[in-house]
């Protein structure tokens, strides 16, 4: 069986610092990349970052540039994603997901992924 389970949301203050975590299970981890996402209510999902273990190779959205960090452990099959300076703005659900390295389609697009968690809330409060 698949899984892709997150992990570390929850409500910060403004400034403040979470770190999620998307543990893997049910596929060789390292023949995919970890992307994570998130989806405020009203808006559509967007791409916040990126990770291909096998290259080394990772994105960033503008948005969070210089805040955010991804990282992965492939002995534990888990890729983490430290998020600083968190902003209001920065609330959403927040989706890791993996995709076949070497299936087409871009980083941040969410129909390129195979396959996807059920989410974790991040809220930050003004």
């Known amino acids: 069986e698949v899984q892709l389970v997150e992990s570390g949301g929850g409500l910060v203050q403004a400034g403040g610092s979470l770190r999620l975590s998307c543990a893997a299970s049910g596929f060789t981890f390292d023949d995919y990349a970890i992307g994570w996402f998130r989806q405020a209510p009203g808006k559509e999902r967007e791409g916040v970052s990126y990770?291909?273990?096998?290259?080394?190779?990772?994105y960033y959205a503008d948005s969070v540039k210089g805040r955010f960090a991804i990282s992965s452990d492939n002995a534990k099959n888990t890729v983490h994603l430290q998020m600083n300076s968190l902003k209001p703005e920065d609330t959403a659900v927040y989706y890791c997901?993996?995709?076949?390295?070497?299936?087409?389609?871009?980083?941040?697009?969410?129909?390129?992924?195979?396959?996807w968690g059920q989410g974790t809330q991040v809220t930050v409060s003004s």
């Open positions: 990770i291909s273990s096998s290259d080394g190779i990772t």
């Open positions: 997901a993996a995709k076949f390295l070497f299936s087409s389609g871009g980083y941040f697009k969410p129909s390129a992924y195979d396959y």
